[in-house]
């Protein structure tokens, strides 16, 4: 994009950016294209951007997967760097006896989970979503719905493509089957309205409001944590729902028995265990906060780049 310019707004405790361009990437002239970021301050005012499990998966989702970080699961700290390939290679009674190791090193009890997590670049195409996003704020916004629900999921579910997952969900905001029906899409052998941006968008929106966010807050009423819609770790908790469904977030939070919600309960479903909620739900608020810190950067060094290109 060349010849933009900025303009900054408040909404819901978020700068919301419009990027306004004169070019589709060939250097000629196009018209005015508009694209939509948001900017979240909460995350750097709050301090979640210091937390060492966002910030290790801020480094896992810009590193080639060719690269493995050697982690101690509950706090995610790095303890080592590998060559994938080559841990690859590994018997698995060599991979036992490292993990030992690096336990007796480190002064960690048998019990702490050490991890092996390649690098995620090629996964998170977060340059290539930019125009998804600011599509999916605008729909969001038109079916009364927090957008920043709408950027979140965009950039953690299947950035920039249409994958299935391994468990059948599908499209841009990764929908399961039933849920798609359940919401309004048609979906059957012939038809998957799920790969339809604008209405898996409007599905998603659908989702959030009348499914996630109520049965959200009655988890937390159901121990008199009080719900806020506009606050970040409110969101956070949502989008655990949306990943996991409610009953599974339910479960684990009566297993945690919380006297309060804030940055404290969510940092506790990251290292909590129970039930349905394992460790892929335990990390998709951690890889959310990190995608968002990531392309925070993404859009800002954009603007800036571009910006500095067009008064040259």
Known sequence: MQNQKLTIFSLLFLSVIRLFGQSNGDGQSHGSVSLTVIYDQKIHEEQWDTLAQPQFWKKVVTTSEDTCFVNVASTRQVIGVLDFE???????????????????????????????????????????????????????????????????????????RLEYSNVGAYGSFQLMKSVARSHGLTVNRKIDERKDFDKSAKCAASLIKNTCVPHAKAILDSFNIEFNESELWCRLF????????????????????????????????????YGAFRNASQNYTQVALACLLRFEEITRDSFVNDYRSSVQ
Not at 247 to 273: C, F, S, Y
Request: glycine share 10%; with cysteine.
């Open 86 to 160: 080559c841990w690859n290679k590994r018997s698995d009674e060599y991979k036992g006896k490292f993990r030992d190791s690096l336990r007796e090193l480190h002064g960690l009890v048998n019990q702490e989970q050490i991890y092996v997590t390649s690098g995620k670049k090629d996964f998170y195409r977060l340059d290539e979503v930019l125009p998804s996003v600011g599509k999916g704020i605008n729909i969001f916004v038109e079916e009364g719905v927090d957008p920043w629900y709408a950027q979140t999921i965009l950039l953690i579910e299947s950035p920039g």
């Open 238 to 273: 949502v989008l655990h729902v949306y990943h996991a469904g409610a009953a599974n977030v339910k479960a684990v939070v009566e297993h945690i028995n919380p006297t309060e919600g804030g940055m404290g309960l969510i940092t506790k479903l990251w290292t909590t265990q």
